[in-house]
């Protein structure tokens, strides 16, 4: 079974710093996607940023970026130049590509300090 | 358009009443998704639409629980019998058909608490 582990329960950063949150997963699967989605206070989850796994290359979005080691089944998320509203928790997320299921990790709680 | 709307945004009920929560995607999203979350976890899928067709469900999904979508628009999840244990956020999500399916942007509803008493 699929699984995605997020093992920072908890992450701070410094208002205009840099931040980088963890993600693994296992799967024996090739083709697959990697998420990171946003839930502020509001509870509304927003998409970040998305991955395919046949994509050697990181994705990218703004101040938002990813490290995706394929072969360590890792997918970290990196934030730049952190903004007091990047606070929320922040969920990695896995989808086999034939899958309607998607599988979220237990999320990570970031705290931008002014 | 803003957004997918739920409603209730909190429901309170004694164990062992039903409880029917309401999803409106965003208009023209021909999927639709529902999702609950429990505190310090992530959302865990439960059930997914296609227009009106209930395309698959979770093995969460046990038979107290059930979802429509009658008409391809909005949907409905009904819990009956509620326990304790059905306490969580349920969240809807929808996407437009024409996106590749397992890259697709999910667009989420701001849930519906729900307390079991």
């Known amino acids: 079974a699929q699984t995605v582990t997020q093992s920072q329960p908890e992450m701070s950063v410094q208002e205009a710093e840099t931040v980088t949150l963890s993600c693994t997963y296992d799967t024996s699967e090739s083709d697959y996607y990697l998420f990171w989605y946003k839930q502020p206070p509001s509870r509304q989850m927003i998409l970040v940023i998305r991955q395919e796994a046949y994509k050697q290359q990181n994705a990218t979005e703004n101040r938002f970026s990813v490290n995706f080691q394929k072969a360590a089944k890792s997918f970290s998320l990196k934030i730049s130049d952190s903004q007091l509203g990047d606070a929320a928790m922040y969920f990695c997320?896995?989808?086999?590509?034939?899958?309607?299921?998607?599988?979220f990790g237990a999320g990570t709680r970031l705290t931008v300090k002014p | 358009d803003t957004g997918v709307s739920q409603d209730p945004r909190h429901k309170i009920t004694k164990r062992g009443q039903n409880v029917t929560f309401r999803c409106d995607p965003i208009s023209e999203h021909n999927r639709l998704y529902w999702y609950r979350q429990t505190l310090g976890q992530g959302p865990e899928f439960l059930t997914y639409f296609q227009n009106e067709a209930q395309l698959e469900k979770s093995r969460l999904l046990s038979d107290r629980f059930s979802a429509e979508r009658p008409k391809g628009s909005f949907s409905t999840l009904e819990i009956q019998r509620t326990e304790q244990g059905d306490s969580a956020m349920y969240l809807c999500?929808?996407?437009?058909?024409?996106?590749?399916?397992?890259?697709?942007?999910?667009?989420f509803g701001s849930g519906t608490q729900l307390s079991v008493l």
């Open positions: 997320a896995y989808r086999f590509y034939n899958n309607n299921d998607m599988r």
């Open positions: 999500a929808s996407s437009p058909l024409g996106h590749s399916a397992p890259n697709e942007k999910l667009f």
